[in-house]
Every structure is written in structure tokens, then in C-alpha cells.
């Protein structure tokens, strides 16, 4: 439920999906938390009124391999969103948005990034794309200036000192812009890397995993940093694996499984559809077995050795359901002296959809 959100286990190692899966499973009798308040974004604002900026029409990828790694995909990003893609590892993340890049080539199927054919208009295509891979690859001898520079030549653009200026500023580098690379940290390095992606003005960036192995503090940062590029009218695109950087983000939710793309939902709507709720009774007296007369009326639970009753429903249910269980419970003599409520993460629902349960 609410507690199942990122961890600070996985988030201190940087762990990937399948550790998250396990952390989710496992840490089901965590304590509640209280809600965060995310902030709603201008995209969500005006929704309904935004145009398509990627239009991805019946993808598909086989490899050389023989592998296909991905399989008939369609998809619309909106200009002006963030838009998160989940999936455990090798679901065909990295596949779909290097291809949307350039840099890998479809085997079927259409893409038009603002408007462009990522294959028969390719130049014009790949000007609207920024990228910002995972892996840091940087010249650790250039300065900050040089090797952002650099990155606006190579796709035939003339200088333009005020956008690098711009650039280096709103990323909290111009300080650094002298800098040798070899002399950042981590984090310069990354933000760095999305300087580079944002030197020749795209319209769209792609985020792949922005904030792995990056410390809570600075994701924090990055995540603030990143919704003042969307108010700039920049459209993102990012992949994670921490659950909490998509609850916190994104304004869209995709969810790949074994390329296949299983699920497109705003968010808000996805937590609201798929999610549970869960009210937990401590019971004045144990119960050693949930009680004939209940069992398959409702799904209920024992914890905490028979101190707890928890009553999962769904969040879309009949309130009926609670006030019949809490009279059925007085019918029987179990009495409880507190009850509270908490409601799915993000980060369960995921859980279930990628093991096809949702
Ligand atoms: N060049 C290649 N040749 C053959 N198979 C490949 C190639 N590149 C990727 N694959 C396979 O395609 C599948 C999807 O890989 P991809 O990198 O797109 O997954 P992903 O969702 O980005 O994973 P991760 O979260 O681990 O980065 C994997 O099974 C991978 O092994």
C-alpha cells in the first residue's frame, strides 16, 4: 500500500527492477506513511487540448538474433508531458527509444517525431531529439563550455553562445562552464549529459534512467530541474526503475512487458483505476482464523499474529461493503480498538501488472 513505495534500500543501491519486485513483496508489513502532495503540472492542466509530438504507429523490432524485442507498438506522446515507460529489464525500453533516436532501425512500422519520419526524414527528425543516455560518456579533458559547444556542431547548427549560456545556467553549471569534465562530480556530470542533449533546442528529450546511482538529495534536484524544462515547453520522455521518480513526475504512465506495451494511463487515473485500499483493524482479542462466516464475502488478512485484520477492497468499491463487514464483525463479538486506511502506490499496482495479476 502506501508503504510500498521506493525504498531506501533500493534507492541507496541503485537497484533495478527485479530487486524492486522483491521489495515490494517483501515489504508488505512496513508501517504507513502519509501521503506526499504532488504538485499537478501544466500539462495535466490542459489536458485534452495537446497534440501528439511522437507518434509511434505499429513498431516492431526483431534483432539480428532472430530475439524480437518488441512487438506491434503504438503510441502517442503529447506535447508538453512528461511521460514515464516502465518495465522490468530487457521489456524493450532502451529498444523503443533508441529507435525513436535513430539509432537503431525498426523492422516494421512508423515513427514521426514533430512530424518528421525518424527514417525517411531522418536529419530533420533527429534535430527535434535530445538524448540523454545512461551511461556518462564524456571527454574528461574538455571543459563544460567546450564539450556542450561541440554537441550543438554536430547537428550542423550554428554557434549560439546565449542558448549555451541559457543552457549551462538553468542547469546550475555556468559556474563550472570552464571546468574539466574529469573535475565534476557525478551529478555535474549528469546534468553535463543533459546540457549536451539540450544544446541544439529539441522539442523532445529523451530521459533514460536520469537518476540512477544519483543520491536522494540530488534526485530531488533533477526531478525539480526536469518540470522546469517541461514549463519551458521541452516534452520528456524518461525510463526508471525508481517507482517514485514516475509517481512523482509523470504526468503519463506506459508500461512495457516483454515488448509488448501492456498499458498508456495518466497517471492520476491509472492510481485511481488499478489501485487498492486497504483498512487495517487491531483487534482487542486474536483471532487464530479469520471466521467461516466471513471468508469469501470479503478479502481479508490476519497480521501481527492475529492482532490485525486487514480488509483489502477496491479503491473504485462500494462503501456498503465496509460499514457491512464492520456490522458483521459486532454480529460476531470481534471487537477492535483502532482501524486506519491506506491506499496502493504506484509502485504495487506496477508490481501486479508486470506479473499480469492487474
Ligand atoms: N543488439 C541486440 N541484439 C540482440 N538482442 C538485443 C539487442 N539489444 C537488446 N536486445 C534484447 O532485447 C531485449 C530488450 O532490451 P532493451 O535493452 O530494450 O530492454 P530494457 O527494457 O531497456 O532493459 P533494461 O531495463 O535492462 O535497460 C532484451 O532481451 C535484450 O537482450
Not at 508488505?28 to 500539462?43: M, T, V
Given at each position: 500500500m502506501e508503504v510500498l513505495k521506493t525504498s531506501s534500500a533500493f534507492e541507496a543501491a541503485g537497484c533495478h527492477f527485479d530487486c524492486a519486485l522483491q521489495e515490494a513483496a517483501s515489504a508488505a508489513s512496513a508501517p504507513a506513511r502519509p501521503k506526499r502532495k504532488i504538485p499537478d503540472s501544466p500539462y495535466r492542466l490542459k489536458r485534452g487540448l495537446v497534440p501528439s509530438i511522437v507518434s509511434v504507429n505499429q513498431l516492431s523490432k526483431t534483432y539480428?538474433?532472430?530475439?524480437?524485442?518488441?512487438?506491434?507498438v503504438d503510441l502517442d506522446i503529447h506535447q508538453g508531458e512528461i511521460f514515464a515507460l516502465l518495465g522490468p529489464n530487457g521489456a524493450g525500453k532502451t529498444t523503443l527509444i533508441n529507435i525513436i533516436c535513430g539509432i537503431v532501425n525498426p523492422s516494421e512500422g512508423t515513427v514521426l517525431a514533430d512530424g518528421h519520419?525518424?527514417?525517411?526524414?531522418f536529419r530533420a527528425a533527429r534535430t527535434k531529439i535530445g538524448l540523454v543516455p545512461q551511461e556518462l560518456a564524456?571527454?574528461?579533458?574538455?571543459?563544460v563550455w567546450g564539450t556542450v559547444s561541440f554537441s550543438r556542431g554536430l547537428f550542423g547548427y550554428s554557434p549560439n553562445p546565449a542558448h549555451i549560456e541559457k543552457v549551462l545556467r538553468d542547469l546550475s553549471l555556468w559556474d563550472k562552464k570552464d571546468s574539466k569534465i574529469m573535475a565534476l562530480s557525478g551529478g555535474m556530470k549528469r546534468r553535463v549529459m543533459i546540457a549536451k542533449a539540450l544544446s541544439h533546442e529539441p522539442r523532445i528529450l529523451f530521459l533514460d534512467e536520469p537518476t540512477a546511482g544519483v543520491d536522494v538529495e540530488l534526485r530531488r534536484g533533477m526531478w525539480e530541474m526536469v518540470r522546469k524544462l517541461r514549463e519551458s515547453g521541452v516534452t520528456i520522455i524518461l525510463t526508471t526503475h525508481y517507482i517514485e521518480e514516475a509517481e512523482e513526475m509523470a504526468d503519463r504512465i506506459g508500461v512495457i512487458r516483454k515488448g509488448e506495451l501492456i498499458l498508456v494511463e495518466d497517471k492520476a487515473v491509472l492510481m485511481k483505476k488499478l489501485g487498492k485500499k486497504q483498512l487495517t483493524l487491531s483487534l482487542r482479542n486474536a483471532l487464530a482464523a479469520i471466521p467461516e462466516a466471513l471468508v469469501g464475502r470479503y478479502q481479508l488478512d490476519l497480521a501481527d499474529d492475529g492482532h490485525s485484520l486487514i480488509y483489502t477492497f477496491d479503491k473504485q468499491g462500494d462503501d456498503n461493503q465496509i460499514a457491512g463487514l464492520l456490522r458483521q464483525l459486532g454480529e460476531l463479538g470481534i471487537d477492535f480498538k483502532d482501524l486506519h486506511s491506506s491506499e496502493s502506490s504506484l509502485e504495487e499496482i506496477f508490481v501486479s501488472l508486470v506479473r499480469g495479476q492487474a
Amino acid at each position: 500500500m502506501e508503504v510500498l513505495k521506493t525504498s531506501s534500500a533500493f534507492e541507496a543501491a541503485g537497484c533495478h527492477f527485479d530487486c524492486a519486485l522483491q521489495e515490494a513483496a517483501s515489504a508488505a508489513s512496513a508501517p504507513a506513511r502519509p501521503k506526499r502532495k504532488i504538485p499537478d503540472s501544466p500539462y495535466r492542466l490542459k489536458r485534452g487540448l495537446v497534440p501528439s509530438i511522437v507518434s509511434v504507429n505499429q513498431l516492431s523490432k526483431t534483432y539480428a538474433s532472430g530475439f524480437q524485442a518488441l512487438k506491434r507498438v503504438d503510441l502517442d506522446i503529447h506535447q508538453g508531458e512528461i511521460f514515464a515507460l516502465l518495465g522490468p529489464n530487457g521489456a524493450g525500453k532502451t529498444t523503443l527509444i533508441n529507435i525513436i533516436c535513430g539509432i537503431v532501425n525498426p523492422s516494421e512500422g512508423t515513427v514521426l517525431a514533430d512530424g518528421h519520419d525518424i527514417v525517411t526524414d531522418f536529419r530533420a527528425a533527429r534535430t527535434k531529439i535530445g538524448l540523454v543516455p545512461q551511461e556518462l560518456a564524456t571527454d574528461a579533458f574538455e571543459t563544460v563550455w567546450g564539450t556542450v559547444s561541440f554537441s550543438r556542431g554536430l547537428f550542423g547548427y550554428s554557434p549560439n553562445p546565449a542558448h549555451i549560456e541559457k543552457v549551462l545556467r538553468d542547469l546550475s553549471l555556468w559556474d563550472k562552464k570552464d571546468s574539466k569534465i574529469m573535475a565534476l562530480s557525478g551529478g555535474m556530470k549528469r546534468r553535463v549529459m543533459i546540457a549536451k542533449a539540450l544544446s541544439h533546442e529539441p522539442r523532445i528529450l529523451f530521459l533514460d534512467e536520469p537518476t540512477a546511482g544519483v543520491d536522494v538529495e540530488l534526485r530531488r534536484g533533477m526531478w525539480e530541474m526536469v518540470r522546469k524544462l517541461r514549463e519551458s515547453g521541452v516534452t520528456i520522455i524518461l525510463t526508471t526503475h525508481y517507482i517514485e521518480e514516475a509517481e512523482e513526475m509523470a504526468d503519463r504512465i506506459g508500461v512495457i512487458r516483454k515488448g509488448e506495451l501492456i498499458l498508456v494511463e495518466d497517471k492520476a487515473v491509472l492510481m485511481k483505476k488499478l489501485g487498492k485500499k486497504q483498512l487495517t483493524l487491531s483487534l482487542r482479542n486474536a483471532l487464530a482464523a479469520i471466521p467461516e462466516a466471513l471468508v469469501g464475502r470479503y478479502q481479508l488478512d490476519l497480521a501481527d499474529d492475529g492482532h490485525s485484520l486487514i480488509y483489502t477492497f477496491d479503491k473504485q468499491g462500494d462503501d456498503n461493503q465496509i460499514a457491512g463487514l464492520l456490522r458483521q464483525l459486532g454480529e460476531l463479538g470481534i471487537d477492535f480498538k483502532d482501524l486506519h486506511s491506506s491506499e496502493s502506490s504506484l509502485e504495487e499496482i506496477f508490481v501486479s501488472l508486470v506479473r499480469g495479476q492487474a
